[in-house]
């Protein structure tokens, strides 16, 4: 693991909650382990990983669990893992065609839900759900856990009234959207506080908390969706941007579509979402008969292998290769993680075809990084979402090291 620099804006307090959270994560790495195992992973010493142990336990968020020999006389050392009940955090998941929320414990299991497929409705009806949703999952957790809520996070496409036209929107329906400050009114309604982030950055968080970054710190996340989003994980934090748009590669310049059924820009250039998006896909399937309503009409077309499915495929890759290519050449890391909203066979195939193609056009001395399938299906999203306040209260962050504050996208109305 790399060590990050500690500046003259550290202090000791700083560093405590640092080593405490590296601790966090080597347990989500490699637990169970023991204080040794931990002390050598965390480049820490004995005495330092004691005390700290000591302070996770008094605070609830680990258990020990059996005895292990180290090859060496002596007493078994104690195994260590995190405690499920820990913490909790609760999901928020908004997508343009669907929401869910979601209830996780610490270990990122999802203990509840509530799930609406559905094109989204005016943001005042949207927080009347929500408050019903979010007070029904609380119910499933005692007076006791509820003192353990880290937060509610909202994962949501930024700027939900723009690019409609690409994905076959009502402009109507989503013109509330860019007039209100949604997580402000979240976190006014529930009483409590609120992380934000785009849907992109939540689920590549969800990945680099319990997924694929408990192995690898550097990688791009896809994320195949109504649209299709991304997230950047670099030095075990996610990359965030000015605007928290980092990565946000639904909107890299494209060619225009060569399907009869793609609408055609009005510009030289089209966007990916246009191409690389289930939005895409069911916008084809509709132009060769087929009736979809949902995710689940969708994946039933993939199942029965349709042309029409096959030709996006062709589309989608044919767009989605240099665009990924293009981020590559900038970011210069080793995995590509993807992942998507349905399945039946759709995403092995995906990424065998991405693989293929970005190695048959790879340039000189530039070879294809690891492709790898996401850890969560139709769950990132919302996942990722419950994923934030974890991720912000118990990620060794490096901005740890020096004071930083509150996640830049927080509001926090907890009422008194």
């Known amino acids: 693991m790399r060590s990050p620099h500690i500046g003259q804006g550290s202090n000791s307090a700083n560093v405590r909650r640092y080593n405490e959270r ?71 998941r908004l997508d343009r065609t669907s929401m869910e929320t979601v209830l996780v414990n610490f270990t990122g299991s999802v203990l509840a839900r509530a799930a609406y497929d559905m094109v989204l409705p005016h943001p005042t009806e949207v927080l009347e759900i929500l408050q019903r949703d979010i007070q029904a999952l609380l119910e499933h957790l005692s007076p006791s856990e509820r003192e353990r809520l880290a937060g509610v996070g909202l994962a949501q496409p930024f700027n939900l009234g723009s690019w409609l036209r690409e994905l076959s929107l009502p402009a109507d329906t989503f013109r509330a959207w860019d007039e209100m400050d949604f997580p402000s009114e979240l976190g006014r309604a529930i009483g409590l506080p609120v992380f934000n982030e785009n849907d992109g950055n939540s689920a590549a968080i969800a990945e680099l908390f319990y997924g694929c970054g408990r192995h690898c710190d550097d990688f791009i996340y896809l994320f195949l969706g109504s649209a299709i989003g991304a997230g950047i994980a670099v030095d075990g934090d996610c990359l965030r941007g000015v605007s928290g748009n980092a990565g946000d590669i639904g909107v890299m310049p494209v060619a225009p579509s060569r399907l009869p059924s793609a609408p055609q820009p009005d510009k030289q250039w089209d966007i990916l979402i246009s191409r690389a998006s289930l939005n895409a896909l069911a916008r084809h399937l509709r132009y060769t008969g087929e009736s979809i309503e949902s995710r689940a009409d969708i994946e039933a077309c ?50 065998e075809r991405l693989r293929a193609t970005m190695a048959a056009n790879a340039p000189e001395s530039r070879g294809v990084p690891v492709m790898a399938r996401g850890s ?22 490096a901005g740890i090291l020096k004071g930083a504050g509150a996640h830049p996208n927080e509001v926090n109305y907890v009422q008194s």
């Open 302 to 351: 993939i199942a029965r292998k349709l042309p029409a499915v096959d030709e996006w495929i062709d589309d989608c890759i044919d767009a989605l290769a240099p665009a990924l290519r293009a981020m590559l050449c900038v970011l210069d890391v080793p995995v590509v993680v993807l992942d998507a909203d349905v399945d039946a066979g759709l995403l092995d195939t995906l990424i």
């Open 376 to 397: 969560f299906g139709r769950d990132a999203g919302a996942i990722g979402a419950a994923t934030l306040p974890m991720f912000f209260n118990f990620s060794p962050r």
């Open 22 to 92: 590296l601790l966090l994560q080597a347990l989500r790495r490699t637990e169970p382990a023991s204080k040794a195992d931990l002390a050598r992973h965390a480049n820490l010493t004995s005495t330092a990983v004691g005390s700290i142990i000591t302070s996770l336990g008094k605070a609830g968020l680990i258990e020990f669990t059996g005895r292990r020999l180290d090859g060496q006389r002596g007493q078994p050392a104690s195994l260590i893992k995190l405690d499920p009940r820990g913490a909790f955090g609760i999901g928020v």
